[in-house]
T-cell receptor
Framework: GNSVTQMEGPVTLSEEAFLTINCTYT??????LFWYVQYPGEGLQLLLK?????DKGSNKGFEATYRKETTSFHLEKGSVQVSDSAVYFC???????????FGKGTHLIIQP | NAGVTQTPKFRILKIGQSMTLQCTQD?????MYWYRQDPGMGLKLIYY???????DKGEVPNGYNVSRSTTEDFPLRLELAAPSQTSVYFC???????????FGPGTRLTVL
């Protein structure tokens, strides 16, 4: 079945540092890929998505490129802010009606 | 649009009690989902529905039941609460199985 592997956290960075959160996946077919963000005490919000190979999703300064050859969808941001502190989830479509498969999440902490 | 709303936000149950977690969406989405989120474990799918009158089991359905009498509502029922059901529960909806999911704010349930 489909699965998602994310780098373990917490990831602690200083403000204005460069961010990479790794995400690799296993899937049959051609899944759509997503990054969700969860701020403390809130539900998940879609951050960005890509629906086919070589697509780049982007939002709020975050980017991720769908790499089919390496089965990866790494999340990047050039200069992080304290307000980016949250838990980030990589996810993909399962291929059926039962929705998305999520990674375990990466807790990001940005220090001023 | 309110999006996806969930009630209650918090609840403490005693072992063996029952309760219903409410979920409503106003986006006219056919697909709806219930997840539980345990610390450090990502999200696990409990049940899902592809339209009114149609429901199916996810990865962890034991101890739960659902119904879908309308497009808008997708309540989750716990009949005999157990400590293992202590978790944060999220409801989500989507336009189709391959589209992004919109999440509610969650219900934090503790069973003592």
């Amino acid at each position: 079945g489909n699965s998602v592997t994310q780098m373990e956290g917490p990831v602690t960075l200083s403000e204005e540092a460069f961010l990479t959160i790794n995400c690799t996946y296993t899937a049959t077919g051609y899944p759509s890929l997503f990054w969700y963000v969860q701020y403390p005490g809130e539900g998940l919000q879609l951050l960005l998505k890509a629906t086919k190979a070589d697509d780049k999703g982007s939002n709020k300064g975050f980017e991720a490129t769908y790499r089919k050859e390496t089965t990866s969808f790494h999340l990047e941001k050039g200069s992080v802010q304290v307000s980016d502190s949250a838990v980030y989830f990589c996810a993909l479509t399962r291929g059926g009606a039962d929705g998305l498969t999520f990674g375990k999440g990466t807790h990001l902490i940005i220090q001023p | 649009n309110a999006g996806v709303t969930q009630t209650p936000k918090f609840r403490i149950l005693k072992i063996g009690q029952s309760m219903t977690l409410q979920c409503t969406q106003d986006m006219n989405h056919n697909y709806m989902y219930w997840y539980r989120q345990d610390p450090g474990m990502g999200l696990k799918l409990i049940y899902y529905s592809v339209g009114a009158g149609i429901t199916d089991k996810g990865e962890v359905p034991n101890g739960y039941n659902v119904s879908r009498s309308t497009t808008e509502d997708f309540p989750l029922r716990l009949e005999l609460a157990a400590p293992s059901q202590t978790s944060v529960y999220f409801c989500a909806s989507s336009y189709s199985k391959d589209n992004e999911q919109f999440f509610g704010p969650g219900t934090r349930l503790t069973v003592l």
